[in-house]
């Protein structure tokens, strides 16, 4: 592969290639002739260095004042909004989403960037009378040191950002692990790092197969925290490793994320919205919806203005501005998904629309999957259990409110839910008593970025993310008793 780009790991402050001297082609998903470039197929003793290099910048690094650190922070928010561009179109080639999603990735970062940054002078203690005369107790938060922050690839630049910048803040090192689909995104990331001069070792980044390097960084026991969004089977694992040094864990897993609809008059705003939240970045979300929990009485309707909306997506290459939905991650991703529908057909369901893989032209250059939207679904069916990942909606019909809830709860998932409906006790009932993380009423599952993020049951373990809750992962508490008399 003569004149291919090759690019390295970023350890102590500079490049350094993998200690096992491999490299690794990475493709674009919307057209696998596009090599983008090769990237190392790091060992455990890459992630041990990442690891020391971080642990010994630590402590110089915590001691800095926050504002200190803030300043770092505003300058590599400063970079990155002179080149929102360049890392938009990254993504896009990468990743295989539509330019508009991928220009969100550095767009929204930008902002989210810049409250976390103030977040590193908010870091509010406790201070409580003591019951003894002539003492003073004070709860101090204080970083918990290195932080391993792994992250997918359907958000490859955003997500790393929501853990690493927020780390930062609070005064921990970071050893980052990016997706082994999208690694430019995390090279890219790195340079800006560069950029913003942060001291040596502050910020670490380690490239290759998770399975290769995954025990390796979560079993380290100079690692003191695991951040991490990916799959349930891949955070259990992480979970049961941690444990043997008791280190913490932030885990964003997997969702099968219902979306009740009761007695909604505006059926067409709510086909809009659940169109909108399935088939975003090819339904490739922990946060999209996959199951529509509809009343009989509703069904036949919204499944029609669904099927209409549906129509508007225009698949293909992402750099293409007329495309609204690109292509599957990779093959092996595309194979699964389209195993899911067929065993949909299997079971007795109906794909009411869409359902084929894209031949012919520019789609046999990725793996395009239409949106689709199955019905007559039951619950028990392997496309109303699994999380399928693609850009596969499910229809289930019930006969009451009761049943709804019932549907929308029997999971083992429990990252977001949505409800549409005008009746004030569906309301009630449904945010006291749906078992999701994140609740969303008359409104798809977009979040907004100060308030927490994380799920329940197997979709999340440890503090949520986002927000004010972010302090409680990156920090712990050290309490001072002094006595004065």
Known sequence: MSGTTRYNNFIGGGWKPPSSGAYYPDYNPADEKDLIAEFPLSTNADADEAIKSANDAFGPWSRLLPAERAKYIEKFVAHLAENVPRVGAAICREEGKTMKEALGEPTRGVVECSYFAGEAQR????????????????????????????????????????????????????????????????VLLMELFEKAELPPG?????????????????????????????????????????????????????????????????????????????????????????????????????????????????????????????????????????????????EGATVKAGGAQLHGGDYDTGFYIEPTLITDATPSMKVSIDEIFGPVLVSIKVASFADAMKVANDTEYGLAASLFSDNLSYIYDFQQNIESGMAHVNHGTVTDSTMPFGGVKHSGIGSFSKGVTNKDFFTTYKVNYVKYS
């Open 123 to 186: 870091l509010d203690g406790i201070t409580m009378p003591s019951d003894r005369k002539g003492v003073v107790s004070v709860a101090a938060r204080v970083p918990i040191g290195v932080v391993a922050a792994i992250s997918p690839w359907n958000f490859p630049f955003l997500t790393p950002l929501r853990k690493i910048i927020p780390a930062l803040a609070m005064g921990n090192t970071v050893v980052f692990k990016p997706a082994f689909d999208t690694p430019l995104s995390g």
């Open 202 to 346: 502050v910020v670490n980044m380690v490239i290759g197969k998770g399975s290769a390097m995954g025990d390796a960084i979560s079993g380290n026991p100079l690692v003191r925290g695991i951040t991490f969004t990916g799959s349930t089977t891949v955070g259990r694992r992480i979970n049961l490793r941690a444990a043997e040094n008791f280190t913490k864990v932030q885990l964003e897993m997997g969702g099968k994320n219902p979306c009740i609809v009761a007695d909604y008059a505006n059926l067409d705003r709510a086909a809009a919205e659940i169109t909108t939240a399935a088939f975003a970045v090819s339904g490739q979300r922990c946060t999209s919806i996959s199951r529509v929990i509809v009343l009989e009485k509703h069904a036949a309707e919204l499944e029609a203005k669904i099927i209409e909306k549906m129509k508007s997506y225009v698949m293909g290459n992402g750099a293409d501005p007329k495309v609204t939905m690109g292509p599957i991650i990779n093959r092996a991703a595309g194979e699964s998904i389209m195993a899911y529908i067929r065993s949909a057909r299997d």
